[in-house]
């Protein structure tokens, strides 16, 4: 099973609002990363959270980690058409192997 | 910026066949792997491999083998291709250095198609 589920599976919203998507987790965690995939291409690295730190931010990303509720989410602010791709995240386990986990994704379309 | 090359954009296969999928990256990494995705499923690890001639079996070996004879090629072989290898195939990198995990490296992927 995934270890990583984002939430919602697919989100449309207007040029200029706000985005959220929710990632939830099974296990422990060093850390927890985002990513996104443009269609039918490889994916890009966004942001990267570790487990002893909250919130990060990045440009117009914002990300929020709560490893009680084994939970994370990845705010887009004032989204432009070119934000149009799928986000992923990613956890890796804490036995400390670089096995990456992704989830299923949540495809975002802005719309212009 | 580092790169992560695949062979292949897109490869049209028969069923039976020998398949090569071949990896590149250019910045010494010690960590590379393979993942497929399929729609709905996200991605899945097949194998990764953490040093030259060393793997580790992912979450979905079955039907593929890997190999790593330098540090900087990492190729996945699907041995007797079957269709429901039908795929988009990405090829990841990441540093190991200081023992903690870092972002993974992608490449454009390649969408194979086993006829």
């Known amino acids: 099973s995934q270890q990583g589920e984002e939430d919602p599976q697919a989100l449309s919203i207007q040029e200029g609002e706000n985005a959220t998507m929710n990632c939830s987790y099974k296990?422990?965690?060093?850390?927890l990363q985002w990513y996104r995939q443009n269609s039918g291409r490889g994916l890009v690295h966004l942001i990267l959270i570790r487990s002893n730190e909250r919130e990060k931010h990045s440009g117009r990303l914002r990300v929020t980690l709560d490893t009680s509720k084994k939970s994370s989410s990845l705010l887009i602010t004032a989204s432009r058409a070119a934000d149009t791709a799928s986000y992923f995240c990613?956890?890796?386990?804490?036995?400390?192997?670089?096995?990456?986990?992704f989830g299923t994704g949540t495809r975002l379309k802005v719309l212009a | 910026d580092v790169k992560v090359t695949q062979s292949s954009r897109y490869l049209v296969k028969r069923t039976g066949e020998k398949v090569f999928l071949e990896c590149v990256q250019d910045m010494d990494h010690e960590n590379m792997f393979w993942y497929r995705q399929d729609p709905g499923l996200g991605l899945r690890l097949i194998y990764f491999?953490?040093?030259?001639?060393?793997?580790e079996k992912g979450d979905i070996p079955e039907g593929y083998s890997v190999s790593r004879e330098k540090k900087e090629r990492f190729s996945l072989i699907l041995e007797s291709a079957s269709t429901n290898q039908t795929s988009m195939y990405l090829c990841?990198?990441?540093?190991?250095?200081?023992?903690?995990?870092?972002?993974?490296?992608f490449g454009s992927g390649t969408q194979l198609s086993v006829l």
């Open positions: 491999s953490y040093d030259v001639k060393m793997k």
């Open positions: 990841a990198s990441s540093s190991a250095k200081g023992g903690r995990s870092e972002k993974l490296f």
């Open positions: 296990t422990s965690i060093n850390n």
């Open positions: 990613a956890t890796d386990r804490d036995s400390g192997t670089y096995k990456y986990i």
